[in-house]
T-cell receptor, first 113, second 108 residues
Framework: NAGVTQTPKFRILKIGQSMTLQCTQD?????MYWYRQDPGMGLKLIYY???????DKGEVPNGYNVSRSTTEDFPLRLELAAPSQTSVYFC????????????FGPGTRLTVL | AQRVTQPEKLLSVFKGAPVELKCNYS??????LFWYVQYSRQRLQLLLR??SRESIKGFTADLNKGETSFHLKKPFAQEEDSAMYYC??????????FGRGTSLIVHP
């Protein structure tokens, strides 16, 4: 099992550009999450999904969009990138709800200049 | 509302010293508590969960429901323990609650 994979590992964007961060898991997990981690800060939840076709906002959803067309994939879309979106983005999945272990991807380091 | 408090942003110790990373939670129901570790520039990974009651890499954590605490302890810190540690609360909701994290630095 590859677990949770994310692409790209690094990306530099110019202000106003858009991009999609990819996240795939091969554990047949229903629950998937996107977090951002800013320097010296903890994790903040951006969006989450409880199954294919079902997504909901987390703590900091502004400037982002998600979709969940399959169980495996949970891409995060950044529209009109801003310097405030410079961060490390982690995708995670879990078998069921918050009582279970989360499995994290390796992260995407994004810089917006 | 659920809340996890990790009072120390940074904890600095010398190799061989005991370590205790504090975690307090707020939740009226029956909690599930976890400790995750993130080594430098790596992904978060599960270190401990309270129901397993096991020792991982010399770390232990006991759930104290009376004090609503789940402190992480290790009797003798090693340099390779230097990392970011997150205390996480699981409840019946879809979303786990993360503490802000404690950065542990173990000096040689």
């Amino acid at each position: 099992n590859a677990g949770v994979t994310q692409t790209p590992k690094f990306r530099i964007l110019k202000i106003g550009q858009s991009m999609t961060l990819q996240c795939t898991q091969d554990m047949n997990h229903n629950y998937m999450y996107w977090y951002r981690q800013d320097p010296g800060m903890g994790l903040k939840l951006i969006y989450y999904s409880v199954g294919a076709g079902i997504t909901d906002k987390g703590e900091v959803p502004n400037g982002y969009n998600v979709s969940r067309s399959t169980t495996e994939d949970f891409p995060l879309r950044l529209e009109l990138a801003a310097p405030s979106q410079t961060s490390v983005y982690f995708c995670a999945s879990s078998y069921s709800a918050a009582y279970n272990e989360q499995f994290f991807g390796p992260g995407t380091r994004l810089t917006v200049l | 509302a659920q809340r996890v408090t990790q009072p120390e942003k940074l904890l600095s110790v010398f190799k061989g010293a005991p370590v205790e990373l504090k975690c307090n939670y707020s939740y009226s129901g029956s909690p599930e508590l976890f400790w995750y570790v993130q080594y430098s520039r790596q992904r978060l990974q599960l270190l401990l969960r309270h129901i397993s009651r096991e020792s991982i890499k010399g770390f232990t954590a006991d759930l104290n429901k009376g004090e609503t605490s789940f402190h992480l302890k290790k009797p003798f810190a090693q340099e390779e323990d230097s990392a970011m540690y997150y205390c996480v609360l699981g409840t019946g909701s879809y979303i786990p609650t993360f503490g802000r994290g404690t950065s542990l630095i173990v000096h040689p």
